[in-house]
């Protein structure tokens, strides 16, 4: 007897879903809790795995189709009835059957692209995990077969080399992910009153303490001391000392959150995310870096749960990983305030009369001018200065 393998359960902010890969297709064995089938939505990738030894029967929804919460996408048997289900199956020649067994897996933007362009599939090279054939496979595919061919005669025209070839463009969908943080970032602009406060801070206390203590502390705790634990911290001082700055708009009333909340924007293949630390107030740094790596790591392979990524009271983006040495953070509702970092870049500084050569780096401050006022993003983000730039004021206090 086949049983109904269904889309997860939804969380009640989620609508729906859409079948982003079927890792296995109909007939082929597979174990128990081997990955069947990728759900997307908004915010997070879903897997659902084999109920047990067995193989797929059927596939009711294919990759790109939208599925409901709960909704059956495909049929499984177990054990020996799977087996039997494989040799039942017909097939029009031995040879046909082995050529469809070595067919490549696409992503479904990669599929579509071949789709629209004509490709034969298994002639293109998959440099995914698994060699799984990806978009940018494909585009490069493309390329490669429209480059002209070596002219035959000895001595080409010299306007034939200002042909290089066609100029392809692709339209491809964007992921659900991609969509929604878009839609969030238009609605953060429309929404709210938002403005952004600059100030710049003196990197050597900080790095003179991580190059000091960074060996031990690897040592103790097993993880790397990086910057981003410093400024969590001072956020979570700074955030205690003006309550303001940590709360948030709901209609005509302002909630004040008693617990700091501190999401943290991680750049993914699929999109930006946003991790949630919690309760930072009650975090060490070896606790604030272990976490923050976790994320990291669970970014990349897709797997952040709706759990990892909802509430928030405060945010941090650090575009300076990528170079960026100044910009100007876009919230993220319904929180008031998110605090940017950027680039790490040595500059003449004057102190006390004299030229010095300092690693600066500008911390840019967006906040809801509808809760928040002048003084207060800008006193909030001297605090921040101030305790980064005197690392003793996180434990003294003061």
Request: glycine residues 8%; proline residues 6%.
């Amino acid at each position: 007897m086949a049983t109904e393998i269904k889309a997860p359960t939804f969380p009640e902010s989620v609508a729906d879903g859409t079948v982003a890969t079927w890792h296995k297709k109909v007939g082929e064995p597979c174990l128990r809790d081997d990955l069947l089938v990728d759900i997307e939505t908004d915010k997070v990738v879903l897997e659902v795995v084999a109920p047990a030894d067995g193989a797929l029967s059927d596939i009711s929804k294919s990759e790109g189709d939208v599925v409901l919460s709960g909704e059956v996408v495909g049929l499984f048997v177990e054990g020996a009835v799977a087996q039997a289900a494989v040799a039942e199956t017909p097939s029009a020649e031995p040879a046909a059957a082995v050529s469809e067994a070595a067919q490549p897996i696409l992503s479904p933007a990669a599929r579509r692209m071949a789709d629209q362009n004509d490709l034969d599939h298994a002639a293109i090279a998959g440099t995914g995990r698994g060699g799984r054939v990806t978009k940018e496979d494909v585009v490069r595919h493309v390329a490669e077969q429209s480059a002209p061919e070596p002219a035959v005669a000895p001595q080409p025209e010299p306007m034939a080399a200002a042909f290089v070839g066609e100029r392809v463009e692709q339209r491809v969908p964007m992921t659900r992910l991609r969509a929604k943080v878009a839609e969030r970032l238009v609605q953060a602009q429309q929404n709210a009153a938002m403005l952004t406060t600059f100030n710049e801070i003196n990197m050597q206390p900080v790095m003179d303490l991580r190059a000091r203590y960074k060996d031990q502390f690897e040592k103790r705790h097993g993880v790397r001391l990086g910057f981003m634990s410093f400024f969590v911290k001072a956020c979570v001082e700074a955030l205690r000392r003006h309550p303001i700055v940590n709360a948030s708009i709901d209609g005509n009333d302002i909630v004040y959150h008693g617990y700091q909340d501190i999401g943290v924007a991680v750049s993914s293949d699929r999109g930006l995310v946003v991790p949630v630390l919690r309760n930072t107030e009650n975090m060490s740094l070896a606790d604030i870096e272990a976490t923050i790596r976790e994320f990291g790591k669970k970014a990349s392979e897709g797997k952040l749960g709706i759990d990892d990524m909802t509430g928030g009271t405060f945010t941090i983006s650090n575009g300076g990983v990528f170079g960026s040495l100044l910009s100007t953070p876009i919230l993220n509702p319904p929180q008031s305030a998110i605090l940017g970092m950027h680039k790490i870049q040595e500059r003449p500084m004057a102190v006390n009369g004299k030229v010095e050569i300092l690693p600066m780096m500008y911390l840019a401050l967006s906040y809801d001018h509808r809760l928040l006022d002048g003084k207060e993003a800008v006193t909030f983000l001297v605090t921040i200065k101030e305790l980064l730039e005197d690392p003793a004021r996180m434990l003294l206090d003061v």
